[in-house]
């Protein structure tokens, strides 16, 4: 073998090694964020979209989680509060309760209107439906997420009842179990009573804002859908 044939064996091998060494990266299994995570330990993502899953778009509960992570990622403690949301509600389905695919979804997006990509009036529940109705979101999971937590009442405090009233009312077992556990999840993600929790947002605002009025105004109904949710899922004895 002449010293020029030598080395363009050498140069093929070398690249044919890369090649290899490539795709035996891309094979290597990625690890779901599916734990709950710190929003310094998320790097900063676009939010996804229809490009990103093809033009067939399949809505599941692991997207909605991959697109409330996308958003939400570098929210604080809003997002340590979402990813306990959507965690409870999967932990609810998984033991066979009434806990529908959408309720999954909704839990994980309910707070999606507040990321930065999203937001547009800063009244998230209609801007997060109105961003997941873009996306072809099934209906059921925009409604949810339009109407979670009494949204409807702070829609009125804040000029957006026609806004929220385009959007229609979703199944209310299931609006009733996303009340009770987005009211009994802290801000940060810890388990707390919804008294407690009704509380805590009263206090954190001042009484003139429209997030006060709305709670003050809507605390009986959010206590009574909670109780309901408990009754009905016989979850009395662990979110009292």
């Known amino acids: 073998m002449q010293p020029e044939e030598a080395e363009h064996v050498e140069v093929r091998a070398s690249q044919t090694e890369r090649k290899l060494s490539g795709l035996h990266a891309l094979s290597r299994p990625v690890r779901p964020a599916y734990r709950l995570l710190h929003p310094s330990h998320v790097a900063r993502r676009q939010p996804l979209s229809r490009r990103s899953y093809g033009d067939d778009v399949i809505w599941t509960a692991a997207r909605a989680r991959a697109e409330a992570t996308s958003c939400l990622h570098d929210a604080g403690d809003r997002w340590l509060h979402v990813q306990a949301v959507g965690r409870s509600a999967e932990e609810l389905k998984a033991r066979g309760l009434d806990v529908s695919d959408a309720l999954v979804m909704a839990a994980w997006l309910h707070d999606v209107g507040y990321g930065k990509s999203v937001a547009a009036?800063?009244?998230?529940?209609?801007?997060?439906?109105?961003?997941?109705?873009?996306?072809?979101?099934?209906?059921?999971?925009?409604?949810?997420?339009?109407?979670?937590?009494?949204?409807?009442f702070e829609a009125e405090e804040r000029g957006f009842a026609d806004a929220i009233a385009r959007f229609p009312e979703p199944d209310q077992d299931q609006l009733d179990v996303l009340t009770l556990i987005d009211m009994s999840t802290g801000p940060t993600g810890r388990r707390v009573s919804v008294q407690e929790r009704l509380t805590e947002i009263l206090q954190r605002y001042p009484s003139d804002h429209p997030v006060h009025r709305a709670v003050t105004r809507s605390y009986s109904y959010l206590e009574n859908s909670a109780r309901r949710a408990n009754e009905r899922l016989g979850l009395a004895d662990v979110r009292a």
Do not use: E, M, N, Y
């Open 121 to 152: 009036t800063g009244f998230h529940p209609v801007d997060g439906a109105r961003w997941l109705a873009d996306q072809d979101a099934p209906p059921d999971v925009v409604a949810l997420v339009a109407h979670h937590s009494g949204a409807w």
